[in-house]
């Protein structure tokens, strides 16, 4: 644990501060994001908009300790991720974070079972059996677990790649635009199925989304552009009047 | 992670089978060299042994593998050598290789020679050759060669009539007259090696010592018939030598073999690897998975080698039962151990290269 600043314990558990990243091509220095700070409540639902090539996807993989950023401070769950070493950010990775991909990243080779054991296996969950079924029948996955992810739709793929992310109870999911390559009606069903888990589970997410109908269901709207957050005064917006409890 | 790495081992099936073959390949080869060279020499000095000399004298020099000598002995050493006291018979003879029927072939004189082997040749067939170009083969030779008595073989050019089979196990597979063999290979009056047989055990180390000690005999090799097996292998010639070479091959093969598939696995699943980081897998994780494919694919082809040289032995007995293929376990378990080594030495690299991948690049990779 590196710190228990106020911002933590007022309840916060993604803080990042004046956060910049510099992507080096060569001898050409791109900043992708320009002193971010953010803050996410635990078992927040929050959404980031912005333009393709804003941040988004950099902010996320910050977050979740892929990235290191160039500047600032990104706690998670109380760690001061910037300061840890590439094997407490691995360990952080596995206990603390579940990431949804675009497009999903499931093994195509095993079956839906195996890829949800795989990363049963890694996670180390050994106890969250119950869990996992649990999760299992809330995504309507029971019929799909012996088919490989090529055989099942996109939007199933999607509800793989949910089930995935939460093994091991993780203190918050990254979504990176879960929903970019699904017909809105697919999109709707998993979107409910992400509200209920952040009910249900007062799971906090974080999910990246061009679409607006998409950022609906989350308690919060964030809008980037040009690696900053736009008119963060404005980032509070309530979708569900008895989640309104998040005063930013 | 069971179904992940079946997976992985069966996505591409072509190379897997390829490097398990290749593995399986330098398998085959150091066991089969082992084997029949070990069968060879194994054989070469039972059958030396069970012609129940107690000595073996031979010129200063010599191998004891006793084909690769030329007669250069003058033939009237066996008198010397039998005055010798402790010494009771002598037996002159010439030893060939035939390379034609891939055999050593013996030229004795049959009353010397059964003196030393205490009638130990026997013939249970046909009759002792008494001709110049007359052969006796024993029973392996004939079964193998699918020949009878009458036949003819063809030894240094030269037909000769098999008169006799005589009972395996003991001097060659085929025995001439000496006195043809010093004629075919111009060896007149000359031998390559005498037989000795002692009066008694107890006289053995002492002629034994007489014979390396005193003049005239003193510089000539005197070989004791327990040490012969022991002897036989470390004084063939670059026998040492061609088995390092051999081995080191071998567990090139496997090392380069493994190396490159494991190379081209993680390069094609590098975008596998990223989601395993994201997942939370530590690079140990990705590592022993790496480490754990290659470990079964050189476990595969050491399977299939092993196995594989078993059966190519009993397809050589059955078109050369006269073949002696003596594979050992000891070399089993060389091989096995080398092989293991070299396959998870050869996957290190690209194991280490998969760990160290930064995640977000191996997520975007295509």
Known sequence: MDINSRELSVGNIVVVKNVTKIYKVGKVDTPALRGINLKVKKGEFLAIMGPSGCGKTTLLHLVGGLLTPTSGKIYVDGYDITRLKDRDRT????????????????????????????????????????????????????????????????????????????????SIILADEPTGSLDSHSSQIVLEMLRNLNLKYNQTIVMITHNSDAAAYAHRIVKMKDGQIEDKDKGAIYSFEHQSLFTF | ??????????????????????????????????????????DSAQRTKNTRADLFFQPPGSSLLFALNNATMPYKIKDKLLAVNGIKYVSPMIHQFNKKTFSLIFGIEPNSFNQVSDNGLVIINGRLFKNPYECIVDDIYQKSHHIKLGDKIKVLNHKFTIVGIFRSGIGARIMVPLKTLQDLTDSHNKVSIFYIKCDSKKDIEKVYNYLKNTPPFKGYTVTRAADIYKLMTSSLPGLEEFTIVLISISVIISFFVILLTMYTTISERTREIGILKSLGASNFYIISMILKEAFALTFIGLGTGIGATFLIVKFLHKIHPSLIIDIQLKWIFIIIVLAIFSGIFGAFYPAIKAARQDPVEALTFE
Request: avoid cysteine.
């Open chain 2, 1 to 42: 992670m069971k179904g992940l790495f079946w997976a992985n081992i069966k996505k591409r099936p072509t190379r897997t089978i390829v490097s398990i073959f290749a593995v399986a390949l330098s398998v085959i080869m150091v066991l089969l060299f082992e084997g029949l060279t070990n069968g060879l020499i194994k």
């Open chain 1, 91 to 170: 360990n952080l990775r596995r206990e603390k974070i579940g990431f949804i991909f675009q497009r999903y990243n499931l093994f195509p080779g095993i079956s839906v079972r195996q890829n949800l054991e795989l990363a049963k296996h890694i996670k180390k969950d050994e106890d969250g059996e119950g869990f996992l079924e649990d999760v299992i029948n809330m995504l309507g996955l029971r019929e799909k677990l012996e088919h490989k992810p090529l055989e099942i739709s996109g939007g199933e793929q999607l509800r793989v790649a949910i089930a995935r992310a939460v093994i091991g109870k993780p």
